[in-house]
C-alpha cells in the first residue's frame, strides 16, 4: 500500500536548527513535496525535489533519498512564524499527491 | 504565482439545508481542481478530483450524492454538500494545478479554505 510517515509534533528553540523526517512508500515516483499549513489556512507550498540531493531555498531546505524513500525539510534560523504544520507529500505513478498526516512544529522562545 | 480563490471563508448552517462551496482559479485554466476535507489535527483528505466538462472522480468512501461536484468552466468548480449534517463539519480545501508548470510539476495552489459548521 501507499504511505507516508512523518512524526507528529516537534518542538525547537527560536533561532535554532530543525529537521523534519519523512518517509514515504508509493506506487511510483514522481517527487516529493513539502507543503507549510498554519492553522485554520490552507497549505503552501515550500520545495519539490524529484532528483537526489539537497535543494536549498533561503532559510528552508529540502533532501531527498529515492533509494531510501526518505526526505527531510531543514528549517534555519527558527523564526516564531514558522510555528506551523508541515506537510510531506510523495506524487505516485498517476501524479496523484500522496499525504501524510504532517508534523506540527513549536517554536519556542 | 498562480492564485487559487475560495468562497465562502465560513459558513455555518443548520442541518438538512445545503451549502454550495465555490473555488476558482484566478489567473490560470484549471483543467482539473481537488477538493479535500481535513479535520481538526488530522491531515489533508482528498474527497474527490473534479474534471472540467466530465463527471468527478471521487475517493473511496465519499459519497457522490452527498458531496456534489460540478467543474462547469475551466475557472471554476463547485462543491454543493446536500442535506449537510453536525458530521459534516470541516474545512473543505480546493486546489489547483497550473497547467503551465507542466503536469509533472505537480505544484499546487490552494485556495483559502471553507469552514463549515453544521447546527
Known amino acids: 500500500g501507499q504511505n507516508i510517515d512523518q512524526p507528529t509534533e516537534m518542538t525547537a528553540t527560536e533561532g535554532a536548527i530543525v529537521q523534519i523526517n519523512c518517509t514515504y512508500q508509493?506506487?511510483?515516483?514522481?517527487?516529493l513535496f513539502w507543503y507549510q499549513q498554519h492553522a485554520g489556512e490552507a497549505p503552501t507550498f515550500l520545495s519539490y525535489?524529484?532528483l537526489d540531493g539537497l535543494e536549498e531555498k533561503g532559510r528552508f531546505s529540502s533532501f531527498l533519498s529515492r533509494s531510501k524513500g526518505y526526505s527531510y525539510l531543514l528549517l534555519k534560523e527558527l523564526q516564531m512564524k514558522d510555528s506551523a504544520s508541515y506537510l510531506c507529500?510523495?506524487?505516485?505513478?498517476?501524479?496523484?499527491?500522496?499525504w501524510g498526516a504532517g508534523t506540527k512544529l513549536i517554536i519556542k522562545p | 504565482g498562480a492564485v487559487v480563490s475560495q468562497h465562502p471563508s465560513w459558513v455555518i448552517c443548520k442541518s438538512g439545508t445545503s451549502v454550495k462551496i465555490e473555488c476558482r482559479s484566478l489567473?490560470?485554466?484549471?483543467?482539473?481542481m481537488f477538493w479535500y476535507r481535513q479535520f481538526p489535527k488530522q491531515s489533508l483528505m482528498l474527497m474527490a478530483t473534479?474534471?472540467?466538462?466530465?463527471?468527478?472522480?471521487?475517493e473511496q468512501g465519499v459519497e457522490k450524492d452527498k458531496f456534489l461536484i460540478n467543474h462547469a468552466s475551466l475557472t471554476l468548480s463547485t462543491l454543493t454538500v446536500t442535506s449537510a449534517h453536525p458530521e459534516d463539519s470541516s474545512f473543505y480545501i480546493c486546489?489547483?494545478?497550473?497547467?503551465?508548470?507542466?503536469?509533472?510539476?505537480?505544484?499546487?495552489?490552494f485556495g483559502e479554505g471553507s469552514r463549515l459548521t453544521v447546527l
Open positions: 525535489n524529484v
Open positions: 507529500a510523495s506524487m505516485d505513478s498517476n501524479y496523484q499527491l500522496i
Open positions: 489567473d490560470f485554466q484549471a483543467t482539473t
Open positions: 508509493t506506487s511510483g515516483f514522481n517527487g
Open positions: 473534479s474534471n472540467e466538462g466530465s463527471k468527478a472522480t471521487y
Open positions: 486546489s489547483a494545478r497550473d497547467p503551465s508548470g507542466g503536469a509533472d510539476t505537480g505544484e499546487l495552489f
